[in-house]
């Protein structure tokens, strides 16, 4: 291991005039409030002597507070007579996230109303500046198109869209009619697309000719075509001239040199035929607080997809709230995480940001393109304060070395943040010290699309050790319990992350009804929300996360995280990804099984292969020692970059890996199938 071995130390340390600063100290300051964990508990129980505390307190305070704009006010801040499964947030109350975040940014008193809203970035290099007004002008004639269409509140509308700034009009098109936004990410193949439509059942479908990757041209038309085909339901097709193709049979395309889009004259109609032509004013529904504003598909671990179901005012005040003080927002900031609008972030990070006028950055292509600096370039060239990446990405980046970070000037950043999967320590700290310059704190972030937000989240006042997620979230009341469903929080041991109440963003229930809902969620243990992960709260106070919990490996009646043996084995020189895999032993009940893709340089052979399994036996213990170790050219990943061991595992035992819609490279499959 390197210097950066080890999670046991305090990394990083705010300065007490940053800490001051902060938006989470000035609401301590306001409330009376004197650490973290003094926090938690006022904003998630009910604190002896302290009236205002408690969820309830806290979820109602904060829409004042945030300045969340309902129309009408609520009766109640929750009803939960149906126990924390099914409570209704903000019952009584009206609402709209579109008015929220675009209309009255727009407005003509509005300070922001000409503040830019979307930097866009194409991987070509063109840039675009979109305005709240412009987005609010763009968004009313989404709205009116739907309308004309026939959409009403409740109808589902598909977003299978490249990542360009009219995406964001389309969702917030969609919201303003109290239509409910299906976005679809843009990766996906025929059958996860179709899988979703088929599921959605959308009459509305947007989507584009394509986009750039890598300097090619990625094609989504045909794809969309296909799926549609297979799924059905979708009567009108938009679509979106990113490339400057021409669609079939009309003479006036920009690039007569393209391949023609396919094209249904009876179906599909142009971005400016359909959107261009209509009014650019709309009156924005006013909408109860439960309506639902977005179905969001979880890939999931086993089974189907799962439709995520969730509410205006849920994902409303969860994105504010989670902008405001796990981010620290500040009005001249610009925020720019990576993703697309299909995965949980993109909507995310729109909603939480536009709800204070701020600016959001987005980008099309890939990383390293042209060259592994191209996130660094942006953030010099943009002054970006806030950049969001996920570990898997981060770790890509880091094997290219520390020379295509230095030369560019990072020093606009105030915060770092990350999600999706465990860190390793030595990523961590790279991604702290090259990119971070070892002051802008990560803001490691864990919950997920069933809730549009996070459980654990650290505060930017607060110090971190290399990988930790801090604790819970404001307003977030979340334990961590053994088999048993009793606590182990306070005793240091791993176990189980659960939410001991429900928050306005979680799901009211799943697409597919309440018992899939309740199945998935709620079924472990009475009244707990199982959200499948395996953590840890240290004797210092630091929250881990292990992995998933179906993935934990049990050898020997010992558990460990998946990515604590991918770790020791990434530190390697000659290591380029790394994946650990439980299967059936007869001595020890579960042993390991170890894949690695190698770096370009590095050859396989019997002596490296011990090596690796000397070295996360030495770092483990010999019962986790690799029992086998095997050089595979590939893994099978989602389009978020997850990899999926189960299908891993379901290769190595010989049995069906379940749906795999999600996985964005099926031939590595076959490179599982034939390792070396």
């Known amino acids: 291991m390197d210097e950066y071995e080890g999670i046991d130390e305090?990394?990083?340390?705010?300065?007490?005039?940053?800490?001051?600063?902060?938006?989470?100290?000035?609401?301590?300051?306001?409330?009376?409030?004197d650490d973290y964990e003094a926090l938690i508990e006022r904003t998630t129980s009910e604190v002896e002597g302290e009236p205002a505390s408690g969820v309830d307190w806290f979820w109602d305070e904060i829409v004042d507070y945030l300045d969340i704009d309902f129309y009408t006010e609520y009766d109640a801040v929750r009803d939960d007579s149906n126990g924390p499964q099914f409570s209704d947030w903000y019952p009584g109350g009206e609402v709209n996230v579109a008015h929220n975040v675009v209309d009255r940014h727009a407005a003509v008193d509005s300070a922001n109303r000409n503040r830019v809203a979307l930097l866009w970035e194409g991987e070509p290099g063109d840039i675009r500046e979109i305005t709240f007004h412009e987005l609010r002008r763009q968004s009313d004639r989404v709205a009116n198109y739907l309308t004309e269409a026939g959409i009403e509140t409740g109808d589902t509308v598909g977003l299978y869209m490249p990542m360009v700034p009219e995406v964001v009009s389309i969702l917030y098109g969609c919201l303003k009619v109290g239509a409910i936004a299906v976005p679809i990410f843009s990766g996906f193949g025929r059958e996860a697309t179709a899988t979703r439509i088929d599921d959605a059942e959308p009459e509305v479908l947007f989507t584009g000719d394509g986009f750039y990757r890598r300097g090619d041209e990625v094609r989504l038309k045909a794809t969309a075509d296909e799926a549609v085909a297979d799924a059905g339901h979708v009567e009108e097709v938009v679509v979106y001239d990113r490339l400057g193709a021409t669609p079939a049979g009309d003479e006036a395309g920009t690039d007569t040199d393209a391949d023609p889009v396919p094209w249904n004259d009876d179906r599909d109609k142009t971005w400016d035929e359909a959107v261009g032509s209509q009014p650019s004013a709309y009156e924005t529904k006013r909408l109860p607080s439960d309506q639902e504003s977005m179905l969001l598909y979880s890939s999931g671990t086993t089974g189907e997809p799962k439709g995520i179901v969730h509410t205006h005012a849920g994902v409303l005040t969860q994105c504010a709230k989670e902008i405001h003080f796990g981010f620290d927002r500040k009005p001249a900031d610009r925020f720019f995480w990576v993703s697309d609008i299909g995965w949980m972030m993109g909507p995310w990070t729109l909603i939480g940001n536009h709800a204070f006028g701020g600016t959001v950055v987005m980008y099309e292509g890939a990383p390293d393109h042209p060259e592994p600096d191209r996130f660094w370039e942006m953030i010099d060239r943009h002054g970006i304060t806030q950049f969001g990446i996920s570990p898997t990405a981060i770790r890509a980046l880091r094997k290219h070395g520390d020379e295509w970070v230095e030369g560019h000037d990072l020093s606009s950043l105030r915060i770092l943040g990350s999600t999706g999967e465990p860190w390793d320590p030595e990523s961590w700290r790279w991604f702290y010290d090259a990119v971070g310059g070892g002051e802008c704190p990560i803001v490691n972030i864990s919950g997920g699309t069933e809730i549009c937000g996070c459980f654990l989240m650290p505060m930017p006042n607060q110090p971190l050790k290399p990988c930790t997620l801090g604790g819970p979230g404001l307003g977030m009341d979340i334990d961590i319990v053994d088999e048993t469903g009793e606590s182990v929080k306070e005793s240091a041991e791993r176990g189980y992350l659960v939410a001991r109440d429900s928050c306005p963003s979680m799901t009211k229930s799943l697409w597919s009804g309440d018992e899939r809902y309740l199945e998935e969620y709620w079924s472990t243990w009475p009244d707990l929300w199982d959200h499948g992960d395996f953590a840890?709260?240290?004797?210092?106070?630091?929250?881990?996360?292990?992995?998933?919990?179906?993935?934990?490996?049990?050898?020997?009646?010992?558990?460990?995280?998946?990515?604590?043996?991918?770790?020791?084995?990434i530190d390697h020189d000659a290591v380029n990804q790394a994946a650990a895999v439980g299967v059936p032993d007869d001595t020890t009940g579960t042993a390991v099984v170890a894949y690695v893709v190698l770096e370009p340089d590095a050859d396989p052979s019997d002596d490296l292969r011990e090596e690796l399994r000397a070295l996360v036996g030495d770092e483990h213990g010999k019962p986790f020692r690799p029992r086998e170790l095997l050089f595979v050219d590939a893994f099978p990943k989602t389009q978020s970059g997850k990899i999926i061991r189960r299908a891993i595992e379901s290769v190595y035992v010989g049995e069906d890996p379940g749906d795999l819609s999600s996985m964005e490279n099926p031939e590595a499959l076959d490179s599982l199938r034939d390792p070396a």
């Open 10 to 33: 305090v990394v990083h340390e705010p300065s007490e005039a940053f800490a001051e600063s902060t938006n989470v100290a000035a609401f301590m300051r306001e409330y009376g409030i």
């Open 536 to 569: 840890q709260k240290d004797e210092d106070g630091f929250w881990f996360l292990h992995g998933r919990a179906d993935d934990a490996l049990n050898v020997a009646g010992r558990k460990v995280g998946p990515a604590e043996i991918e770790g020791v084995l």
